[in-house]
């Protein structure tokens, strides 16, 4: 797997092969796992809960390492 490495990144979302979206919050050199998203019709990220990604990160969850290439968004 590639980190994807940016002074401004917040959010690196990995993909998978199967085109399923896993995300980390970076905090400073620390990984948060924050889930599986998915991209609604008008283009924000939600949980699998439906809940915007802004409510459901919590900082000291772990990180979850997944096969892939990264983005940040």
């Not at 940016?6 to 979302?13: G, R, T, Y």
């Not at 990984?31 to 991209?39: A, F, M, N, Q, S």
């Not at 949980?47 to 390492?65: I, M, R, S, T, V």
Request: charged residues 25%; negative net charge.
């Amino acid at each position: 797997m590639e980190i994807c490495e940016s002074e401004k990144a917040k959010l690196l979302v990995i993909t998978t092969k199967a085109q399923i979206l896993d995300a980390v919050y970076i905090f400073g050199r620390e990984w948060t796992y924050i889930g599986l998203l998915d991209e609604t019709s008008d283009g924000h990220w939600v949980n699998w809960k439906g809940e915007a990604l802004d409510l459901f990160w919590e900082p000291g969850q772990p990180y979850d390492e997944v096969n892939g290439d990264c983005v940040i968004i």
